[in-house]
Every structure is written in C-alpha cells, then in structure tokens.
C-alpha cells in the first residue's frame, strides 16, 4: 500500500518532514531495497527513534514505514501535507480568495454583507452595546 502512496503528488507549503519521508522511500522502493540506510535523519517523532536508530536496519525500514504512515494522516488532517487534486485534502490556500480576487472584489463583498469597510465604524456600536451590558 506505501509503494502506491508514495507515488501520489503530496505537496505542501513548506519543507515537511512526512515530504522528505515519502521522498526517502520512494527511492528506497524504486532500488527494491529491504533494508534502511544508517544515513537518513528523518523527523518522525520520539517514539520512532529507538527503532530508527538501532542495530537492525530491517527493523528501521518497518519502523520508518510506519512512522510515515501515521505522520502521513496528521498531516493530511491538519492540512500541512495536501494533494492539489483531491477535495478532502487540498491545499488551505485554495480555499482561500486570491490576493487579486480580493481587491477586484472588495466593494461588492463588503456591500454584500452590508458591512462597512473601516473596521472602527463597525466597532464603535458593539463595544458601546457590551459597555452598557
């Protein structure tokens, strides 16, 4: 199941330790290796240290396996690592308005929601209403 999960484009906005991860074992699956290099530092959690840094390699790879897959759903429920295809876990920034939209926008949503766009003009009703409360 890992060998076909780490062929899916996973992104995120930043360097993610789970995207080095993925990366580490796609090469380690594409050679068929069975075993892990003493030379990966990867940042999976406390937990997975002991196992990731001891004596028997074949016990690293299984330990670094599972150690992605359970980085893998945290980050894919907090939205750090996201694929831009899916709907359930795509990326924050495309469920936000573009910076361009935005401006082009402005007037119309803030007309739209009769709001005013000074925030202060807003304010000053509310915090008046919660004084007299």
């Avoid at 002991?50 to 359970?70: H, I, M, N, V």
């Avoid at 990326?91 to 766009?117: T, V």
């Amino acid at each position: 199941m890992l060998g076909r999960l780490v062929r899916l484009p996973f992104a995120a906005q930043s360097a993610h330790p789970v995207i080095e991860a993925m990366e580490v074992l796609r090469k380690l699956y594409a050679r068929s290796a069975d075993w892990l290099p003493d030379k990966v530092t990867a940042r999976l959690g406390r937990a997975w240290q002991p196992a990731l840094e001891g004596q028997d390699r074949k016990r690293a790879l299984a330990a670094f396996e599972w150690g992605t897959l359970f980085a893998l759903r945290v980050a894919l429920r907090n939205g750090s690592v996201f694929l831009d295809h899916s709907f359930a876990y795509r990326s924050q920034a495309a469920l936000l308005i573009s910076n361009e939209a935005w401006q082009a926008r402005l007037n119309h949503f803030y007309g739209h929601l009769k709001l005013p766009q000074d925030a202060k003009i807003f304010l000053e009703p509310v915090v008046a209403h919660l004084d007299a409360g």
